[in-house]
């Protein structure tokens, strides 16, 4: 220990550098650990959590459904002897304090039993009785963090009435701050009873309600899905037609947080942090061999006196296992300081909160990724060098070792190893950003330039029924019509800017329907008659909604140039007429226009245009909308002037112009792309590096080759060509083994962009030219010094 130590502090410039790069290769692979465990394998905090189960709908078309009231209510009845089931679905409501402005909620209405499944205890209060589970019961449940914000965290809360939805509404609890969980219940700021109406439990349309359950401790969880199987197999003449064929499927709670892709993620960022830090190693390895040929004829003298193999070993081992000790503690700084990063770029670019806290999960991986890479490094040079031919190096004298030929192998091998690992990072990068010029390249039908947009949601207290709803609609179009600029006004129940909201199946009529559960389903948005000329999306048959497509009259819809392509081939759609709902409450509807294939402005597309159906808002209106106003200049603040001169209670919502909403769809591939290209950068800059310092130790090692070359005629050329000649070699086996793996990079990365090829010819040869440009750039440097070698004095030092 006290030998490895010395030899250490012997070579201060060796050590910092060593220990700065290894903290740098740990800090970042331990910032992605944190995003893995944040993503996947913090534990949910409630008691017995392995019996925990979401239950999801399956469909051919999703694997991953919600319900309809009544099927949950159903099998919450078939299934009550082995599970406990509660439901919950997303809601809004809205706030008002005194002295406040108006905000909106995001909320979790849930039905009796939610809270005792989980094993949850309030902070304060308690939680809802099953008596509170039905409609006319005001009570809320606060999270921890709309306690704190809202209410400051007093402690009297509880029993205090609150205005929600402008009506009073008594606190009964606050959940703990642990409750709290994005990627399993969203942002959730309060909780109100599900308290279902008769309209709700009868609407089977409807599949927004989602089940979460809890079985019975002597079942496994392939047992519970058995069981669920046969239990809605026989439940199947009770639901819709289109839904007969649907299955179920219990996964278990903390698996259900991961959104599909989101482990692929997340490894696939590991595994090119992991590249960096393999480079490092590269270098260190190097380094290392390069130090243990300098204490060669240490070595020999102290196998001479009787050392063992062994005893030459281990202080060399102990040198790399406290450089990447050391590495690894400062690389835990390096990991709180990319975690605070990564945090405060998704604080600025979402709406979401990660916290990319340092537990003891972290910290184990990093002492455990420390500890390999030093033994990485460390074990090969230290092993190699430890090979001594003690009667040929003391015979040697002063002169310096320049190693066997499996020292030259093994250092040529990390240098191909490095260039390699550089060309996978920057084939990476260039997929990601080729994918991102795709996807901003691609027209999504429809035009966000100029448009300001927010959403609104409309008190059901005091906007109960339709015509209430579309006054207020049409009294704040005609307002912000008004308004200097303004070129027109649209109003739907959703932008093509965020996920869209309902889907429903429908069926061709006149026509043999499908399969039960190949109905074609469609996602729907209902609009006002302008909506298409605000956003510019192009009809491209029939007409346009007008004002006669009022409530009661009769059914129209438009739908997008996919579905009219999919269901009417070579027929013309309009006048066709489609149908939807239940079996024994089916609507008709009249096909009135084709519009252009709309896409979400800022996200990536599937790989198929989905199908759209856009319906009058006049006949079916919501009390949550999203409002659009084409101007030449962005109106945030007249929007939000017009909406509460109406009324000042209503909440304006994601003001904005809606090309700044459109780049937030994007933030979170722009952050991906900003990490892949600091690794690729890095990596690339490591591995030059690494090849800078072998070129020249060849140099070095060769000078008097050198020297008699150019005695003998050589030229600078030809000194040139040789040394440069010997770093290509690499940098090209390098680039070949690295092509092998940019390849499954390519095939990888191509499934989250649509248009996106397989294997892209463009970036793979672009990619490697780089990577043997900057190969040439590191090894000129040590090749350039070598063309100035004086023969004589080469010579005279020989």
Same mark, same amino acid.
């Given at each position: 220990?006290?030998?490895?130590?010395?030899?250490?502090?012997?070579?201060p410039?060796?050590?910092?550098?060593?220990?700065?790069?290894?903290?740098?290769?740990?800090?970042? #692979?331990?910032?992605?650990? !944190?995003?893995? #465990?944040?993503?996947?394998?913090?534990?949910?905090?409630?008691?017995?959590?392995?019996?925990?189960v979401?239950?999801?709908?399956?469909?051919?078309?999703? /694997?991953?459904?919600?319900?309809?009231?009544?099927?949950?209510?159903?099998?919450?009845?078939?299934?009550?002897?082995?599970?406990?089931?509660?439901a919950?679905?997303?809601? @809004?409501?809205?706030?008002?304090?005194?002295?406040?402005?108006?905000?909106?909620?995001?909320?979790?209405?849930?039905?009796?039993?939610?809270?005792?499944?989980?094993?949850?205890?309030?902070?304060?209060?308690?939680?809802?009785?099953?008596?509170?589970?039905?409609? $006319?019961?005001?009570?809320?449940?606060?999270?921890? /963090?709309?306690?704190?914000?809202?209410?400051?965290?007093?402690?009297?809360?509880? %029993?205090?009435? *609150? !205005?929600?939805?402008?009506?009073?509404?008594?606190?009964?609890? *606050?959940?703990?701050e642990?409750?709290?969980?994005?990627?399993?219940w @969203?942002?959730?700021?309060?909780?109100?009873?599900?308290?279902?109406?008769?309209?709700?439990?009868?609407? &089977?349309?409807?599949? +927004?309600?989602? *089940?979460?359950?809890?079985?019975?401790?002597?079942?496994?969880l392939?047992?519970?899905?058995?069981?669920?199987?046969?239990?809605?197999?026989?439940?199947?003449? !009770?639901?819709?037609?289109?839904?007969?064929?649907? $299955?179920?499927?219990?996964?278990?709670?903390?698996?259900?947080?991961?959104?599909?892709?989101?482990?692929?993620?997340?490894? =696939?960022?590991?595994?090119?942090?992991?590249?960096?830090?393999?480079?490092?190693?590269g270098?260190?390895?190097?380094?290392?061999?390069?130090?243990?040929?300098?204490?060669? &004829?240490?070595?020999?003298?102290? /196998?001479?006196?009787?050392?063992?193999?062994?005893?030459?070993?281990?202080?060399?081992?102990?040198?790399?296992?406290?450089?990447?000790?050391?590495?690894?503690?400062?690389?835990?700084?390096?990991?709180?300081?990319?975690?605070?990063?990564?945090?405060?770029?998704?604080?600025? #670019?979402?709406?979401?909160?990660?916290?990319?806290?340092?537990?003891?999960?972290?910290?184990?991986?990093?002492?455990?990724?420390?500890?390999?890479?030093?033994?990485?490094? %460390?074990?090969?040079?230290?092993?190699? +060098? +430890?090979?001594?031919?003690?009667?040929?190096?003391?015979? +040697?004298?002063?002169?310096?070792?320049?190693?066997?030929?499996?020292?030259?192998?093994?250092?040529?091998?990390?240098?191909?190893?490095?260039?390699?690992?550089a060309?996978?990072l920057?084939?990476?990068?260039?997929?990601? =950003?080729?994918?991102?010029?795709?996807?901003?390249?691609?027209?999504? @039908?429809?035009?966000?330039?100029g448009?300001?947009?927010?959403?609104?949601?409309?008190?059901?207290?005091?906007?109960?029924?339709?015509?209430?709803?579309l006054?207020f609609?049409?009294?704040?179009?005609?307002?912000?019509?008004a308004?200097?600029g303004?070129?027109?006004?649209?109003?739907?129940?959703?932008?093509?800017?965020?996920?869209?909201?309902?889907?429903?199946?429908?069926?061709?009529?006149? &026509?043999?329907?499908?399969?039960?559960?190949?109905?074609?389903?469609?996602?729907?948005?209902?609009?006002?008659?302008t909506?298409?000329?605000?956003?510019?999306?192009?009809?491209?048959?029939?007409?346009?909604?007008?004002?006669?497509?009022?409530? $009661?009259?009769?059914?129209?819809?438009?739908?997008?140039?996919? =579905?009219? &392509?999919?269901?009417?081939? @070579?027929?013309?759609?309009?006048?066709?007429?489609?149908?939807?709902?239940?079996?024994?409450?089916?609507?008709?509807?009249?096909?009135?226009?084709?519009?252009?294939?709309?896409?979400?402005?800022?996200?990536?597309?599937?790989?198929?245009?989905?199908?759209?159906?856009?319906?009058?808002?006049?006949?079916e209106?919501?009390?949550?909308?999203?409002?659009?106003?084409?101007?030449?200049?962005?109106?945030?603040?007249?929007?939000?002037?017009?909406?509460?001169?109406?009324?000042?209670?209503?909440?304006?919502?994601?003001?904005?112009?809606?090309?700044?909403?459109?780049?937030?769809?994007?933030?979170?591939?722009?952050?991906?792309?900003?990490?892949?290209?600091?690794?690729?950068?890095? %990596?690339l800059?490591?591995?030059?590096?690494?090849l800078?310092? *072998?070129?020249?130790?060849?140099?070095?090692?060769?000078?008097?080759e050198?020297?008699?070359?150019?005695?003998?005629?050589?030229?600078?050329?030809?000194?040139?060509?040789l040394? =440069?000649?010997?770093?290509?070699?690499?940098?090209?086996?390098?680039?070949?083994? %690295?092509?092998?793996?940019?390849?499954?990079?390519?095939?990888?990365?191509?499934?989250?962009?649509?248009?996106?090829?397989?294997?892209?010819?463009v970036?793979?040869?672009?990619?490697?030219?780089?990577?043997?440009?900057?190969?040439?750039?590191?090894?000129?440097?040590?090749?350039?010094?070598?063309?100035?070698?004086?023969?004589?004095?080469?010579?005279?030092?020989?």
């Open positions: 220990m006290r030998l490895a130590l010395r030899q250490l502090f012997k070579s410039g060796y050590t910092a550098v060593a220990v700065i790069t290894l903290a740098l290769g740990i800090g970042l #692979n331990t910032s992605m650990f !944190s995003l893995m #465990n944040l993503l996947i394998l913090r534990p949910l905090p409630y008691p017995a959590k392995e019996q925990l979401r239950i999801f709908r399956t469909t051919p078309q999703d /694997a991953r459904g919600n319900h309809n009231v009544q099927s949950f209510l159903d099998l919450r009845r078939e299934t009550a002897a082995f599970l406990k089931l509660a919950y679905r997303q809601w @809004g409501y809205t706030l008002t304090q005194p002295g406040r402005s108006p905000e909106n909620l995001n909320a979790l209405r849930v039905s009796a039993g939610f809270f005792e499944i989980l094993g949850l205890q309030p902070e304060l209060g308690r939680v809802f009785t099953p008596e509170e589970d039905h409609a $006319g019961n005001h009570v809320v449940i606060l999270s921890y /963090a709309a306690w704190m914000a809202q209410f400051g965290g007093d402690p009297g809360i509880v %029993g205090q009435t *609150v !205005s929600i939805d402008s009506e009073p509404t008594t606190v009964v609890g *606050v959940l703990p642990k409750f709290a969980s994005l990627f399993l @969203g942002p959730s700021d309060v909780f109100r009873p599900l308290a279902l109406s008769e309209q709700e439990k009868a609407d &089977r349309a409807d599949t +927004s309600v989602q *089940v979460l359950g809890r079985f019975d401790q002597g079942l496994t392939a047992q519970l899905n058995t069981r669920l199987a046969a239990i809605y197999a026989n439940l199947a003449d !009770s639901r819709p037609r289109e839904q007969s064929k649907d $299955g179920l499927r219990a996964v278990d709670l903390q698996s259900s947080t991961m959104q599909p892709g989101t482990d692929v993620a997340t490894l =696939m960022l590991l595994g090119l942090a992991g590249f960096v830090l393999l480079i490092v190693c270098n260190l390895a190097n380094l290392q061999m390069a130090r243990a040929l300098s204490r060669t &004829r240490e070595f020999a003298v102290r /196998a001479a006196l009787g050392a063992s193999r062994s005893h030459l070993l281990r202080p060399l081992l102990l040198e790399s296992t406290m450089l990447a000790l050391a590495g690894g503690a400062l690389g835990v700084l390096v990991t709180v300081w990319g975690n605070a990063w990564i945090s405060s770029q998704i604080a600025q #670019n979402l709406p979401i909160h990660f916290d990319l806290t340092i537990d003891w999960r972290v910290l184990v991986f990093a002492s455990g990724l420390s500890l390999l890479t030093g033994m990485f490094f %460390g074990l090969a040079p230290a092993w190699l +060098s +430890s090979r001594v031919d003690v009667n040929d190096t003391l015979k +040697s004298g002063g002169r310096a070792a320049t190693g066997d030929r499996s020292q030259h192998r093994f250092r040529d091998a990390l240098i191909v190893l490095q260039f390699a690992a060309l996978i920057l084939s990476a990068t260039g997929f990601f =950003m080729r994918g991102m010029q795709t996807l901003l390249a691609r027209d999504p @039908g429809w035009t966000p330039a448009l300001t947009h927010c959403v609104i949601n409309l008190p059901a207290a005091r906007y109960a029924t339709p015509q209430q709803v006054g609609y049409d009294n704040l179009e005609q307002r912000l019509r308004l200097p303004v070129e027109n006004v649209g109003i739907g129940w959703t932008a093509p800017l965020y996920q869209l909201l309902a889907t429903r199946t429908f069926l061709v009529e006149g &026509r043999e329907p499908p399969a039960p559960g190949r109905e074609p389903r469609a996602f729907v948005n209902a609009v006002s008659p909506y298409l000329e605000t956003l510019r999306i192009q009809l491209q048959a029939g007409r346009q909604f007008s004002a006669t497509d009022a409530l $009661g009259a009769p059914r129209v819809v438009m739908i997008n140039e996919a =579905m009219a &392509r999919a269901l009417f081939p @070579g027929e013309n759609p309009i006048g066709r007429h489609l149908s939807t709902g239940d079996a024994g409450n089916r609507a008709s509807a009249e096909i009135v226009g084709v519009f252009h294939d709309v896409g979400m402005a800022g996200n990536p597309a599937p790989a198929t245009t989905p199908f759209q159906v856009f319906q009058p808002l006049a006949q209106p919501w009390n949550y909308v999203t409002v659009l106003v084409r101007a030449p200049h962005p109106v945030t603040e007249p929007l939000r002037q017009a909406v509460q001169a109406l009324d000042p209670t209503i909440p304006v919502q994601l003001l904005n112009t809606a090309d700044e909403l459109a780049k937030t769809g994007t933030r979170a591939l722009e952050l991906i792309t900003t990490i892949f290209f600091g690794f690729s950068l890095l %990596g800059f490591l591995a030059a590096l690494g800078y310092g *072998v070129i020249m130790r060849l140099v070095v090692q060769r000078t008097p050198i020297g008699v070359r150019m005695a003998l005629g050589a030229q600078w050329r030809d000194i040139l060509t040394i =440069m000649g010997t770093g290509f070699r690499l940098a090209a086996i390098g680039a070949g083994v %690295g092509l092998l793996g940019s390849v499954a990079m390519s095939l990888l990365l191509s499934a989250m962009f649509a248009g996106q090829p397989n294997i892209d010819f970036i793979l040869p672009v990619t490697t030219a780089v990577l043997v440009i900057v190969a040439l750039i590191a090894s000129y440097l040590p090749a350039r010094r070598a063309t100035k070698v004086d023969p004589i004095e080469a010579l005279r030092a020989e």
